[in-house]
């Protein structure tokens, strides 16, 4: 079945530790996002890619960091700098980019707590 | 900048009881608004996608409409697995979705 992984399901920070989500598609979706979520706020974007080695940030991309070297893959690296990462992280994908009207299609999220 | 307010914030129904979900937009050039279903420690599931004020969709006990400035989320005769948080975004002309904040709905047998 087509799909969105993003693995780990749960993870820990340690201070001054850098960590990484994975996130893989199948889907042959173009368009690939980094949602961030916490209780009571909307879903705001970390940072999106249209295309492979190609990505631009989103709205608040302060102390993460990603990288889009497949088509099929969108990493995202929670650096040291960002001070408050404990939240839920969800990966979404769709046809096209943003610009357009095909909807967002999500995976099953990484809830990352600080140690 | 495109805005989005869901209500109520949390809505309680005894199975069977019919209700609708509201979605108020403001958005530069509407292309497009979806629902999403979002159950716990979950990502959202795409339920419906509205292009246009008067369109409909249906899905099982769901129907989304919408109108220029808003878009409803019925319920018929809703079962306890309906429970879930219901979502609504819009895509605008900013190039981005913006997503509200969520109608949280729980179902009692």
């Known amino acids: 079945d087509g799909g969105i992984t993003q693995s780990p399901k749960y993870l820990f920070r340690k201070e001054g530790q850098n960590v990484t989500l994975s996130c893989e598609q199948n889907?042959?979706?173009?368009?690939m996002y980094w949602y961030r979520q916490d209780p009571g706020q909307g879903l705001r974007l970390i940072y999106y890619?249209?295309?492979?080695?190609?990505?631009q940030k989103g709205d608040i991309a302060e102390g993460y960091s990603v990288s889009r070297e497949k088509k099929e893959s969108f990493p995202l690296t929670v650096t040291s700098a960002q001070k408050n990462p404990t939240a839920f992280y969800l990966c979404?994908?769709?046809?096209?980019?943003?610009?357009?009207?095909?909807?967002?299609?999500f995976g099953d999220g990484t809830r990352l707590s600080i140690l | 900048e495109d805005q989005v307010t869901q209500s109520p914030e949390a809505l309680r129904l005894q199975e069977g009881e019919s209700s609708s979900l509201n979605c108020s937009y403001t958005?530069?050039?509407?292309?497009?608004l979806f629902w999403y279903r979002q159950d716990p420690g979950k990502g959202p599931e795409f339920l419906f996608t509205?292009?246009?004020a008067g369109e409909e969709k249906e899905k099982e006990r769901l129907k989304a409409t919408l109108t220029k400035k808003e878009s409803f989320l019925h319920i018929t005769a809703p079962k306890p697995e309906d429970s879930a948080t219901y979502l609504c975004?819009?895509?605008?002309?900013?190039?981005?979705?913006?997503f509200g904040t969520g109608t949280k709905l729980q179902v009692i047998p």
């Open positions: 889907l042959n979706h173009d368009a």
């Open positions: 890619s249209q295309i492979v080695n190609d990505f």
């Open positions: 958005v530069s050039g509407l292309r497009g």
């Open positions: 509205l292009y246009s």
């Open positions: 979404a994908s769709s046809v096209e980019g943003p610009q357009a009207h095909q909807p967002q299609h």
């Open positions: 975004a819009v895509s605008g002309g900013y190039q981005k979705v913006t």
